[in-house]
Every structure is written in C-alpha cells, then in structure tokens.
C-alpha cells in the first residue's frame, strides 16, 4: 500500500526555518519522482519542488519565489524526501504536501502528473 506521511511543518517567524519530512512507504522512493506542493486558503495548490522530475534521476526544480532559499533533498536508505526551507517569508504560509509521480521522468511540478499524496502539514510564518 503507497503512503506518504509529511511531517516538520509549525509555526515561524519570517526569516526563519523548517525542514518538512515526506516518508514513504509501500514502494521504493528512488524508483520515483517526488514533489511538494503547497495550498494556501483561497488559492490553487502550486508546484514548490521535486526531484527526479526532469530527465535524470539527480535532477530538481524549484518555483522561482523559493529558489536559493528552499533545497529538496532525498534519503533513499530511509526512503524518505525533504525540503529545508530557509527565510521563510509570510507569503510561504500553505498546507504542503508531498505526491509521488508513476512518470520515470519529466514529471516536472504539475500537479496532474503526480498520483499519491500525503495528507498535508500546515506550515505557517508570522511574526
């Protein structure tokens, strides 16, 4: 059975971090590509990263208003993903989620290409 449980989201203050956990279990990480999204209230579900979604198994996106401060990395020995997520800003404050894709590659961050989801973790950044 595929799950994906997240974990590691909280409350912060801008300028501050959190690293989200996603593990995984019920098949082999590695073999998959794996993204996070985020939902905030009132707005689409958006791409925020994922890795083996391109056309290699090392390869990563990010949505531009993350980069440089967000980096995914992935444990395969602990079959599980994560997102250290640094200078959070308020306009981070979403549910995420991760989701694995059933695409060998180019899966990329739309959201339609990813099959299993977790069930979420609120991260919220205020002063």
């Known amino acids: 059975q595929v799950q994906l449980v997240e974990s590691g989201g909280g409350l912060v203050q801008p300028g501050g971090s959190l690293r989200l956990s996603c593990a995984a279990s019920?098949?082999?990480?590695?073999?998959?590509?794996i993204g996070w999204f985020r939902q905030a209230p009132g707005k689409e579900r958006e791409g925020v990263s994922c890795?083996?979604?391109?056309?290699?198994?090392?390869?990563?996106y990010y949505r531009n208003s993350v980069k440089g401060r967000f980096t995914i990395s992935r444990d395969n020995a602990a079959n599980t993903v994560y997102l250290q997520m640094n200078s959070l800003k308020p306009e981070d404050t979403a549910v995420y989620y991760c989701?694995?894709?059933?695409?060998?590659?180019?899966?990329?961050?739309?959201?339609?290409?990813?099959?299993?989801w977790g069930q979420g973790t609120q991260v919220s950044v205020s002063a």
């Open positions: 989701a694995r894709s059933p695409r060998a590659y180019g899966a990329g961050l739309r959201a339609t290409n990813y099959d299993y």
């Open positions: 019920g098949f082999t990480l590695g073999d998959y590509a």
């Open positions: 890795v083996k979604c391109g056309l290699s198994d090392s390869s990563t």
